[in-house]
């Protein structure tokens, strides 16, 4: 079993930043793959960025968003920079374990002026 949970979520104006931070717990190691989705009203969730042996980005965020982990506290970080209206969305983080996929509760991402 493993437990994920997203923080950092907020309101931010178009072109600022904001960092979101995912903990996993359970049955947990290093190496496992962790990735970022989102989910905005009425659309589809959709893949952000994932890392595991490397990084990969969709390209709607490649060069803005960067995704990062420190394995000493099992965390993963999504640091997102010039934030556009469209990012608006639940971000969630998911992993998977053992043939499990896991996801977290979600963090709620608003860009508006």
């Known amino acids: 079993q493993v437990q994920l949970v997203e923080s950092g979520g907020g309101l931010v104006q178009p072109g600022g930043s904001l960092s979101l931070s995912c903990v996993a717990s359970?049955?947990?190691?290093?190496?496992?793959?962790v990735a970022w989705y989102r989910q905005a009203p009425g659309k589809k969730r959709e893949f952000v960025a994932s890392i595991w042996a490397g990084a990969n980005y969709a390209d709607s965020v490649k060069g803005r968003f960067t995704i990062s982990r420190d394995n000493t506290k099992n965390t993963v970080y999504l640091q997102m920079n010039s934030l556009k209206p469209e990012d608006t969305a639940v971000y969630y983080c998911?992993?998977?374990?053992?043939?499990?996929?896991?996801w977290g509760q979600g963090t709620q991402v608003t860009v508006s002026s």
């Open positions: 359970g049955r947990v190691s290093s190496t496992i793959p």
């Open positions: 998911t992993s998977s374990s053992l043939g499990n996929q896991y």
